[in-house]
């Protein structure tokens, strides 16, 4: 057994909370939001209503959040796919980063700020 240290760690694949009743999403071409800050949270958003939960993966790697999706068709092509990259700013805590998708598509990211500039 392997003892990695887990700041070593290159990617963090994040788990989407799904609402119940959620399943394939159809609808608005895939797009992002820019980065929001309300209060002590940084926010993004992606339309990613033409794919299901399962085919979106978000991973986090320093302040780098990357959302990918793919769509495969039944021989095993690739029959859609959507990939976006944002730059969180340098007051992340990203130990909190938490994900949604809420049942008409749209992926929101959510960010805590850090607590003060001394955690920089």
């Known amino acids: 057994m392997s003892s ?6 290159t990617h963090t694949p994040l ?20 980065v929001r800050t309300v209060d002590h ?5 992606a339309d990613v209503s033409q794919f ?10 320093n302040r780098h959040i990357t959302i990918h999706a ?8 690739v029959r859609d796919s959507f990939t976006q990259k944002s730059l969180l700013p340098a007051d992340v805590d990203l130990l ?8 008409d598509g749209m992926l929101v990211i959510s960010v805590p700020r850090l607590t003060s500039h001394s955690d920089l």
């Open 96 to 103: 909190g980063i938490s994900c949604t998708l809420t049942p």
């Open 41 to 45: 949270t940084h926010f993004l958003s």
């Open 70 to 77: 793919e769509k495969v068709a039944e021989d095993g092509g």
């Open 15 to 34: 788990r989407l909370a799904v609402p119940t009743g959620v399943g394939s999403m159809h609808g608005r071409p895939a797009s992002m939001g820019g």
């Open 52 to 61: 299901e939960a399962p085919d979106v993966v978000v991973t986090a790697n």
């Open 4 to 9: 990695a240290n887990p700041s070593s760690r």
